[in-house]
T-cell receptor, first 109, second 113 residues
Framework: GQNIDQPTEMTATEGAIVQINCTYQTSGFNGLFWYQQHAGEAPTFLSY??LDGLEEKGRFSSFLSRSKGYSYLLLKELQMKDSASYLCAVMDSNYQLIWGAGTKLIIKP | GAGVSQSPSNKVTEKGKDVELRCDPI?????LYWYRQSLGQGLEFLIY????????KSGLPSDRFSAERTGGSVSTLTIQRTQQEDSAVYLCASTPEPSETQYFGPGTRLLVL
């Protein structure tokens, strides 16, 4: 079956760095997406990886290892507004997104 | 339009009633998706439209759920004889092509009493 695993909840301190991991098993692979979702709002796109390696975009970076079925989202210089859920999603061979349950990130002052 | 829009933003209905949820995708986007998200949960795929192809209905949880997309643009998700377990946020997303990033609307929060 298809499966996306990510931690349910993480806590970090303002100004620090946090890494949110995602492991996946899917039928085919056409890229991995990270989305941010604030409470009561729709998910918004953060990053897309289809090749192995690190993609950096400002304070956010996303890493992919296809051979390991593994990705992480790295958030630097954490701000209170980064408190949100972070959703990992893999696009399968049918171009359907398979979604993880999300990681709720709590930022403490 | 500038983004995906959905209406209504909130809907409260009584058990057994029918509801219609509407999604206006970004202009020119050929692919449209409906998802359901229960409180604190991940996204559950419901149905997918791509151009003029037959929709992928594999995620619809029961025959009470149906959706259509008229003229390749606006989509309506209909839930007949609503049940309390249908209470959730219903999200619509669109994308220029299936392989590209999905952009989400604000969602419709459905509460079935």
């Amino acid at each position: 079956g298809q499966n996306i695993d990510q931690p349910t909840e993480m806590t970090a301190t303002e100004g620090a760095i946090v890494q949110i991991n995602c492991t996946y098993q899917t039928s085919g692979f056409n890229g991995l997406f990270w989305y941010q979702q604030h409470a009561g709002e729709a998910p918004t796109f953060l990053s897309y990886n289809v090749l192995d390696g690190l993609e950096e975009k400002g304070r956010f970076s996303s890493f992919l290892s296809r051979s390991k079925g593994y990705s992480y989202l790295l958030l630097k210089e954490l701000q209170m507004k980064d408190s949100a859920s972070y959703l990992c999603a893999v696009m399968d061979s049918n171009y359907q997104l398979i979604w993880g349950a999300g990681t709720k990130l709590i930022i403490k002052p | 339009g500038a983004g995906v829009s959905q209406s209504p933003s909130n809907k409260v209905t009584e058990k057994g009633k029918d509801v219609e949820l509407r999604c206006d995708p970004i202009s020119g986007h050929t692919a449209l998706y409906w998802y359901r998200q229960s409180l604190g949960q991940g996204l559950e795929f419901l149905i997918y439209f791509q151009g003029n192809s037959a929709p992928d209905k594999s995620g619809l949880p029961s025959d009470r759920f149906s959706a259509e997309r008229t003229g390749g643009s606006v989509s309506t998700l209909t839930i007949q004889r609503t049940q309390q377990e249908d209470s959730a946020v219903y999200l619509c997303a669109s994308t220029p092509e299936p392989s590209e990033t999905q952009y989400f609307g604000p969602g419709t929060r459905l509460l079935v009493l």
